[in-house]
């Protein structure tokens, strides 16, 4: 596994920043851009388990809710790599990883940072398609109306 880092200012407060990246229709929008079809499936709960799955594929990963303080900071421990909507397991390829999104806020900008762990010959891909889905997140958040 490799850490990568990527973050973005964003001109919207960090609560609507929160709801950008965890409400079901905008994570499904920002979400595609990583994995096509990918959504997220449980309960943001501090301690419980949710599935980032992709529809198309039915591949994902479920992962612990290690860390939760809502509108600052999540961190997911990558529990099981699944396959078939999270009915089977899979090879490991994310199992171990984490996963965090940071936002601080000052003077109505929000500076978001996600952090992940990913499989190294995935770095390529990642390298690419975070950073726009970054700047879908920042789109969703600072539109009007949202």
Do not use: C
Request: glycine share 8%; proline share 2%.
């Amino acid at each position: 596994m490799k850490t990568i880092v990527f973050s973005i200012h964003i001109s919207a407060s960090k609560e609507r920043v929160w709801r950008v990246l965890w409400d079901d229709e905008s994570f499904r929008d920002w979400g595609d851009l990583i994995d096509e079809g990918m959504y997220m499936r449980g309960a943001l709960v501090e301690g419980s388990t949710v599935e980032f799955m992709s529809s198309v594929n039915g591949y994902g990963v479920t992962s612990l809710v290690k860390t939760l303080r809502p509108n600052d900071y999540v961190l997911f421990s990558h529990a099981a790599d699944t396959q078939e909507s999270g009915q089977l397991t899979r090879e490991d390829e994310w199992t171990g990883g984490q996963e965090s999104y940071s936002l601080k806020e000052q003077d109505g900008m929000t500076h978001l940072e996600i952090q992940t762990d990913i499989p190294e010959e995935k770095e390529e891909t990642f390298e690419v398609r975070l950073p726009k889905a970054l700047e879908r997140i920042k789109y969703l958040a600072e539109r009007e109306g949202a």
